[in-house]
């Protein structure tokens, strides 16, 4: 039994140390605070999670909600299909479940929670458009064979495709009121933080769909509001994929704090802790591939790219003088 107990330890340590390498936390000086035994107990719940599918020889199951669909802005993104990042972060996600399975032989798999339908009406997306890229996601996916991944969604929680019905339901039986949101965003540092980032989403995108003589301070208010909206929508949907998933861990695509129940994961490179290849465009510079906004590409005078007929990404290969400096970068 102490000889079982000691082989679960050891690949659940081996499998969190892993994951820490790609782990997406708040920046230094955004206030959210941690203890040493806060950070502990995140690791403890983490670290049971594993071990229980290890005892039933089975694959560690990670739920991810996210690739939600294409930001209405564009001067972020490209269009409204997925393009070069989301198969970045694709690839990455099943080259996460293969590393695992180095160190693990039955491996791990990621059931990605697709959560346009859950709020594309707030941010300014069809349900139409969202069906679109999550049928093209599950195209990416089966045509690169990245059998670990598999997708979640609205319809699949409740079996039905009346998209306001559904988010009604949400409203209705498992959101937080308002009010609660409001106090949690006053006293808890990393759901203000949370805010803080969707907040200055929704207002770049309302900016950049404004049209005529509106003021910024009233499209500061109005984008707060549909920040509310998102996170009280978000946060019902978490619990929901808890009901479906509860032995699952969770991951984030947003920074998280160490002791949070979920974990913050980086899928594509970027210097913008809150970016995704969904709110912006693949930039390659011949050394490395980043995530950045589209208007910042085309302001570095990068050349768009297509494949099979599509934008998918932009390139501006960085000239060095020295030849082994870019070998070595």
Request: hydrophobic share 35%; with cysteine.
């Amino acid at each position: 039994m102490a000889a079982a107990m000691s082989v679960e330890t050891d690949i659940s340590r081996k499998v969190l140390e892993f994951l820490h390498r790609y782990q997406r936390v708040h920046q230094s000086g955004e206030g959210v605070p941690t203890t040493t035994d806060r950070i502990g107990e995140a690791y403890e719940n983490r670290k049971s999670k594993i071990d229980s599918f290890v005892r039933r020889d089975k694959p560690i199951h990670f739920v991810i909600p996210a690739f939600p669909a294409k930001s209405p802005n564009r001067s972020k993104v490209l269009g409204s299909t997925p393009d070069l990042g989301e198969n970045i972060a694709l690839g990455f996600l099943q080259s996460l479940c293969d590393y695992v399975g180095h160190f693990y032989s039955p491996g791990a798999r990621i059931t990605i929670c697709s959560d346009g339908h859950v709020f594309g009406d707030v941010v300014g997306v069809s349900d139409i458009l969202v069906t679109e890229y999550r049928d093209e996601i599950e195209k990416l996916v089966a045509a690169a064979g990245w059998m670990s991944l598999d997708m979640f969604g609205l319809d699949d929680a409740f079996g039905s495709k009346d998209y306001p019905k559904l988010r009604d339901v949400l409203e209705c039986d498992y959101s937080d009121s308002l009010e609660e949101l409001k106090e949690s965003i006053r006293t808890d540092a990393a759901t203000r933080a949370l805010f803080d980032g969707i907040h200055r989403f929704m207002f770049e995108d309302a900016m950049s769909a404004c049209e005529g003589d509106v003021s910024k301070t009233k499209i500061r208010n109005q984008s707060k509001s549909s920040a509310y909206q998102t996170i009280r929508r978000s946060n019902a949907w978490s619990r929901v994929v808890s009901e479906h998933f509860p032995d699952a861990l969770r991951l984030s695509i947003h920074p998280q704090p160490p002791h949070s129940e979920k974990f913050g994961l980086h899928l594509v490179g970027t210097s913008d802790s809150w970016l995704t290849p969904w709110h912006g465009v693949v930039l390659d510079d011949g050394v490395h591939r980043r995530l950045v906004k589209r208007w910042k590409a085309e302001e570095l005078g990068a050349t768009m790219v297509s494949r099979h007929n599509r934008p998918s990404h932009f390139v501006a290969p960085r000239i060095a003088a020295d030849p082994k400096e870019e070998i070595s970068a």
